[in-house]
């Protein structure tokens, strides 16, 4: 899945991701972060990742031209310019 980071706290690992498509939000496993490049997540941040059991694991980056608009944000900003 994509999506992005919605608040992050690095003192206790506590975190949440937004995901692009349904605008969903999964709390990060406490191993989200386990193997990957990532030491400290920002708010914003666009990132790929897995979901077990609910939450985000297995944090990978992410970039613009891979993530796209997701298609309900684009059929609203189209009725918004009529």
């Known amino acids: 899945m994509q999506g ?5 706290d690095p003192t206790t690992g506590i975190g949440v991701v937004v995901s692009d ?15 990957s490049v990532f030491r400290m997540l920002r708010q914003g941040q666009r990132v790929l990742f897995d979901l077990e059991e609910g939450q985000a ?5 992410g970039s613009e031209v891979d993530m796209g608009t997701p298609a309900f944000l684009t059929v609203a900003r189209s009725s918004d310019n009529s």
């Open 4 to 8: 992005v980071i919605k608040a992050y």
């Open 21 to 35: 498509t349904d605008m969903a939000e999964f709390d990060l496993a406490p191993d989200a972060l386990a193997g």
């Open 57 to 61: 694991t297995r944090l990978r980056l």
